[in-house]
């Protein structure tokens, strides 16, 4: 599980595993919103990653 308080707007990350959605695994894109709940938006698809999803981060964006 990830920590929301570790991950930037700007952000790069790549999506190792989405839960319920293998066609994001290997995905890259950039943390454009965090919601209220947690789920990370970012620029990858539709989609929002959830806690229990796994991604690394590639290249840290400005911190806000």
């Known amino acids: 599980?990830?920590?929301v308080k570790n991950i930037n707007i700007g952000?790069?990350?790549?999506?190792i595993d989405m839960f319920g959605e293998p066609q994001y695994s290997g995905?890259?894109?950039t943390v454009e919103s965090i919601d209220d709940i947690g789920q990370i938006h970012g620029t990858w698809g539709g989609?929002?990653?959830i806690?229990?999803?796994k991604f690394i981060v590639?290249?840290?964006g400005a911190a806000k």
């Open 11 to 15: 952000d790069e990350i790549e999506i």
């Open 27 to 29: 995905r890259i894109g």
């Open 58 to 60: 590639t290249k840290k």
């Open 51 to 53: 806690p229990g999803d």
């Open 47 to 49: 989609c929002a990653l």
């Open 1 to 3: 599980m990830y920590d």
